[in-house]
């Protein structure tokens, strides 16, 4: 008896909401960004809006933040395989990619320098007031470009890769986190 | 404040860069601002510096030197940098602030023309300023135009002032930019 490969089974479907006035619009930047040991993911994913957690990591050096940073995030490219029956294609996750520039050039050498080296982090990035965390632990490629004009600034010129099956989702920012101060 | 310390990191540099045997009898003025005088019953508008109890000093045309210069502003255009600002901050503000060095001199002592005399200034004038400032990113230094009309400059610079200007004379123009990037947040203006 031949054995078929597919999935009939139907998903949850979670229902979608409406905001006429638009309220919640959410706006562009990545603003900050977080490195979360792999160890520390779960604690953080069980109540990730509290700061204590966030401030526990940080002390227990299972988190690094970098506060203020100039970025974007491509949002993922599908990466997709044959479908079956009357599907042509399925989408069965996605590859995603995160650039930022971090100011601290000179502060931060040693940072990037060892960091790069490790596989066991999850990237956390804030837009405005929404942070979100990667699915699986990302690759860290930084570089320091040098550009000829004179009033030009060198920073760190970060790019972040890692591959989930599904989109990072949002959570509200915890209180304070991603500042300075939280970091002294 | 950015300003009053870049025109005085370019009154260094004019004195230095002006230390031949010419230029000895010179006078170098900070930034001045043009005021009324009242002179029985007519009004001159002439340059003066403020000091500390905002008296106004005359630092215009003298007889006493064979080179007397001072700094005027006139307006400060206002735009944001091209480069992006970090975290949640906007871009940099750049702050474009259009300076005129009115130059006074005697050419006859001088030995040097109104356009002579603008060229070798130009010459001088610094292009950055080089010191830091908390808060300000850079300062660009940029000549615009050399104005050398000395009967012009004089019915802008000297409105209704009785003084003798003839042929041995000139008056000298430069209008400069300063141009200051810095971050509002990071500016302090406690000092």
Known sequence: MSTLIYNPCEEEIFDPVCDPCLDDIEHGRIRSIALIHKSYKATIESDPENPNLWADGLNAKLIFIIPETLGSFDGGSPVEATGYGDQSTKVTGYNFVANYKDPNYKGNCNFYNSIKKSSNWHFAFRTETLTRISGKPVSITPKSPIAEDLNSEVVWDVEVKWAEKDQPCPFVTPEGVFSCDFLA | ?191
């Open chain 2, 1 to 191: 404040m950015v300003n009053e310390k870049v025109i005085s990191f370019i009154n260094q540099a004019l004195e230095e860069g002006l230390e031949g045997r010419r230029f000895q009898n010179k006078k170098i003025h900070g930034l001045a601002t043009r005021m009324p005088r009242i002179d029985g019953a007519r009004v001159e508008i002439i340059p003066v510096v403020l000091d500390d109890d905002f008296e106004g000093h005359y630092v215009g045309m003298d007889d006493d030197f064979d080179l007397i210069m001072y700094h005027t502003i006139s307006n400060t255009v206002v735009k944001k940098s091209l480069n992006k600002g970090f975290g949640d901050a906007d871009a940099n503000i750049v702050n474009a602030t259009d300076v005129s060095l009115v130059i006074y001199g005697k050419a006859s002592t001088l030995c040097v023309s109104a356009d002579g005399m603008g060229f070798i200034i130009q010459g001088i004038l610094p292009d950055k300023f080089n010191a830091k400032i908390d808060g300000v990113s850079f300062v660009d230094i940029q000549v615009k135009s050399i104005k050398t009309d000395t009967l012009v400059i004089l019915q802008e610079e000297f409105q209704g002032f009785n003084f003798k200007i003839g042929p041995e004379n000139f008056l000298v123009k430069i209008n400069y930019t300063i141009e200051s990037t810095f971050s509002k947040r990071c500016f302090n203006t406690c000092n």
